[in-house]
């Protein structure tokens, strides 16, 4: 049995052979080479990261706090209180066209386990999940811990109807199996921003096998305050998972709360799994999600607007550097650009970046072999540190080109 990085080989022998299927996530690596670099007086620019650098909405706080003080500190349903459950419904519904009964709905610790119980409850060892790519980097790596195997399938193909980056639902139909399991899609989609449009979903949802549709990134789309969701015109009994949260577009990522929609006839195995695996997502972090949907509008509308601005003044200047962008993203907040001149081996030079600019940024493999080639930098900066970020990589990259 091969040896876990970081760890002996005599140790990783105690070690469930699932745990040798998790590869490291490569962001996450980068953010953590850089506190090393800062700890040491370093200052960094981070534009590796997919988190907000805005405050959460005020109201979220203020709720969150005065539920703390207030006693809000026991287990809840183990759905997630009621009256989340019914203004996750009503704020979701309104976003996709649909009614939603809020017993679909159930409310996780972020939407890492909202995701965790979806592919618990679809992959069992030697089924296939069908992954769009470039794709979020733990899309696998859930598939994998689950005895799964994830099928990649490049998007921007000739069926597909946006061009870079969209997903050609022929392609996916003809990689569909008697051992798939589930198909997974994000729109907005990480890495690349992509959108799908209503008619894509509605033709993977109607593939035949379980869509499950990362959502997370709703509300940040350039042009837009919301997207196409794959729950429009699908019954409440459709093969569809929607996981969403308040992370993204509420600035909420250390709040950690999420959830999933689930369809008629799955809620009661999502939740006994969450009773068993979660308990309940903590109570006053629920009451802050109550005020976020109530008063966030603001803190989305600010954020589009930065991401938008942050988008173009760095896609300027990557492209004078000799960065190739296929395509501007049309939502979420990321920017992925082809840095082949500079190097093949996308961590390689993401790492020779961080050490020799004190830039951090997330190598294109990170998100599959399609991304291999690419650096994905995410939008989560001032302009101020981005025109910084530049004027470092201006400086460095004359040195980089060619070497990795």
């Not at 509605?202 to 305050?225: H, K, M, N, Q, T």
């Amino acid at each position: 049995m091969p040896s876990l990085s970081g760890y002996s080989a005599a140790m990783a022998m105690r070690f469930a052979t699932r745990a040798h299927a998790l590869k490291p996530f490569l962001a996450m690596e980068v953010m953590e080479r850089a506190f090393a670099y800062e700890r040491g007086g370093a200052a960094v620019v981070h534009l590796e990261i997919g988190e907000p650098d805005f405050p959460p909405p005020a109201a979220a706080v203020e709720a969150c706090c005065s539920a703390l003080g207030g006693g809000a500190t026991h287990y809840t349903d183990s759905r997630g209180l009621l009256e989340l459950r019914e203004a996750i419904a009503a704020d979701k519904g309104r976003r996709a066209g649909v009614a939603i009964d809020p017993d679909r709905v159930l409310v996780t610790g972020g939407t890492s386990p909202a995701m965790l119980l979806v592919f618990g409850l679809l992959v069992e060892p030697g089924s296939e999940v069908l992954i769009p790519t470039p794709h979020y980097p733990c899309y696998p790596n859930f598939v994998r811990y689950f005895g799964g195997e994830p099928v990649f399938v490049p998007t921007g193909g000739s069926g597909s109807s946006g061009g870079p980056w969209h997903i050609d639902p022929d392609a996916l139909r003809r990689a569909v199996t008697d051992r798939t399991r589930a198909l997974v899609v994000a729109s907005p989609a990480n890495p690349t921003g992509a959108v799908q449009s209503a008619a894509t979903l509605a033709a993977l949802a109607d593939l035949g096998v379980p869509l499950v549709s990362d959502e997370i990134y709703d509300g940040l789309v350039f042009g837009a305050d919301a997207v196409p969701s794959a729950l429009a015109g699908r019954a409440e009994d459709a093969e569809l998972f929607v996981l969403d949260g308040f992370s993204k577009r509420y600035a909420m990522t250390g709040f950690r709360l999420g959830y999933v929609i689930a369809p008629r006839g799955a809620e009661r195995a999502l939740q006994i799994a969450s009773q068993n695996l979660f308990i309940s997502a903590n109570h006053f972090v629920q009451k802050a999600g109550l005020a976020a949907l109530a008063h966030g509008e603001e803190t989305q509308t600010t954020m589009r607007e930065a991401y938008r601005r942050r988008r173009d003044l760095l896609a300027d200047g990557l492209r004078e550097q000799g960065f190739v962008i296929p395509r501007l993203p049309e939502g979420a907040f990321y920017l992925f650009a082809d840095a082949r001149r500079f190097g093949s081996d996308s961590r390689a030079l993401a790492f020779a970046i961080l050490e020799r600019a004190q830039v951090a940024v997330t190598p294109g493999v990170d998100f599959g072999a399609a991304g291999e080639g690419f650096l994905r930098f995410s939008l989560s900066a001032p302009e101020a540190a981005i025109e910084t970020a530049l004027e470092r990589l201006a400086r460095v990259l004359p040195e980089l080109e060619g070497v990795t």
